[in-house]
C-alpha cells in the first residue's frame, strides 16, 4: 500500500516524498526510484527525530504494520510494539515538529463483530489484538488533537489487494497467498467452512485518496471507511482467484480459527467527502493482479520466527 501511495504522491507532482521502511514485508523493487528512500524502522525514535528535523515534514503517511489480524492473537508483544508503539513515536514526532496532518491507515478490525453493514458512527469492539492496536492510534490521535492541536485523516480500508503486495506471507492477505499457492501447485487452505464474508478492495480504490487527503478540508480530523462495497464468501473467492490464474487447485478446510465471521462497511461517509469514485470490480482487480503476479513468479513462504503464544495456535500455522 505504501508504495502505490508514494506514487500517487509523486503523480500529484509532490517532488520531496520521503519513504521510510524497514522492508520486512516489502520489497525495494516496488519502490519508485524518484522518491527519497531510508531503510529504518519505526521504532527507531532518533532515526524518527532526525528525519523531522532534517526534512521538516508537512504531511506524515502512516501505513507501516504487520497487518496479520488472526496471528496477532499470538504475537501480542510483536504486534504492540510494532502497530501501537511504533505508531506513537511518530505521532509524537509530528506533534513535535509541527506536522500539518497525520494520515493513519486503520482498518476495520477496530469494528470486531458488529452490526453489519459496519458504518463510522458504531462504538468500534475489536475482538483481535491488531483491531486493538489500531484503535488505540486513533484513540491517541484524537487525544493528540484535542491537548496539541495535531491534525489527522483515520482511514479504515479492509481486505486490500493488489500488485505490488507480499504473495509470500503465508499469514496475511488471502488473495495473495491463493495466487502463490496455485503458482506452486499446492491445495487452498480454508479456516471453517468458508461462508465467512469480506469485501475485497483493489489498490486502484484506495491509495489515490489516501495520497489527496491532505488537500481535503473537510477530511481533517475524521475517520472514513474506504473500500469495496460488494462482499463474497472465502468459498467464493478461491472459486474466483483460480479463475484469474486460469488454474485449479484442490481446496482443503482446516479447523475454524477464532476470527470475525462477517465484516463489510457502508461508505457514504467517505463518497460524501471524497466524491463518488469508481470501483475496480473483483474479477477485474483479480485479473490485473494475476497477471502480475504470474510474471513475478511465487515466492517463498515461511514461518513467523517468534510465535509468543502456541496454545490454540490456527492448524497450518504451527
Known sequence: M???VVDE???RGDT???ALDDLSGGFRENLNPATTFVEGSILDVELINQLCEHYQFDYIYHLAAYAAEGLSHFIKRFNYQNNLIGSVNLINAAINHKVKRFVFTSSIAVYGENQLPMHESLTPMPEDSYGIAKYAVEQELVASKRLFDLDYTIFRPHNVYGELQNIGDKYRNVIGIFMNKIML???LFIFGDGEQTRAFT???DVAPHIARSVDIPEAACEAFNVGSDKHVSVNEL???VMTAMGKEVPVKYLREREEVKHAY???EKFHKVFGKTSQVSLPDGLGRMAAWAKSLGPRSSKLFDDIEIRKNLP???K
Open 2 to 4: 505504501g508504495a502505490h
Open 202 to 204: 483493489h489498490i486502484a
Open 16 to 18: 520531496d516524498v520521503i
Open 315 to 317: 492448524e497450518g500455522w
Open 9 to 11: 504522491l509523486l503523480q
Open 238 to 240: 478461491a472459486d474466483l
Open 185 to 187: 501447485g499446492e491445495p
Open 265 to 267: 462497511c457502508t461508505h
